[in-house]
């Protein structure tokens, strides 16, 4: 399939460059280099958008969920990627979701990894992720002080191969569509707000916990 294919042509490139060696012109040598981050893009690309098609087929499997919790295994995790800066992720006591624990986990780990990926160049990457109840649903979001974006591009944001940046950051423009997928098929809404150098926050919902019922309110 298309995985085989890429991790072949990975192997292949990166055994030519080792077999060459000094002997490569450096002309050579920038060109085979292309080809092999080209191959190592279009794999990503690839599992991106397999990974994105499954979401229609994906059975989902409801509980009660602390965000908050696996937010910071994701931060620590992002943590171990980028030793060099200091991320701080703020997530105050969030309401419990009813959501599937899988698929959320893949909307948090874009949304953190994203605020982590726009940060400006120096200080600390500090991210919040904050949470009410507004009933029947909960509102969740993941606020950022990173580059941000121009919001006349708001509607094209959660667009496959929609990217907002240029290729000073990596990334396919498939992640974003990705978490609105999976929030839709818990019948929630994702929406941003952005503002170039002054951050971006991503605002999204999701089914309350609701408490069991009383003995008296079973008897009603």
């Not at 060109?31 to 092999?36: F, H, N, P, Y």
Request: with cysteine; charged share 30%.
């Amino acid at each position: 399939g298309e995985t085989t294919a890429k991790t072949a042509e990975r192997s292949y490139t990166t055994m030519l460059a080792e077999d060459l060696g000094d002997k490569l012109e450096p002309e050579l040598k920038r060109k085979l280099d292309a080809i092999c981050k080209n191959s190592q893009k279009m794999g990503v690309l690839i599992d991106d958008l397999l990974n994105f098609s499954r979401l229609s087929r994906q059975t989902l499997r409801p509980s009660s969920l602390n965000l908050g919790s696996m937010a910071e295994d994701i931060i620590r995790e992002l943590r171990r990627t980028r030793p060099e800066r200091t991320i701080d992720l703020h997530a105050p006591p969030l309401p419990a979701a009813l959501a599937d624990p899988a698929t959320m986990r893949q909307v948090l780990v874009n949304l953190l990894s994203n605020a982590v990926k726009y940060a400006k160049d120096e200080g600390t990457i500090r991210i919040e992720l904050g949470g009410r109840n507004a009933g029947a649903m909960n509102a969740y979001w993941v606020r950022d002080e990173g580059v941000g974006f121009d919001m006349r591009y708001v509607d094209k944001i959660f667009g496959v191969f929609q990217r907002l940046h240029g290729d000073e950051f990596e990334g396919t423009g498939v992640g974003l569509a990705i978490v609105d997928r999976i929030v839709a098929k818990h019948g929630g809404e994702v929406r941003a707000e952005g503002e170039p150098g002054k951050g971006a926050c991503f605002h999204f919902t999701l089914p309350a916990v609701t408490s069991p019922p009383t003995e008296r309110e079973e008897t009603h």
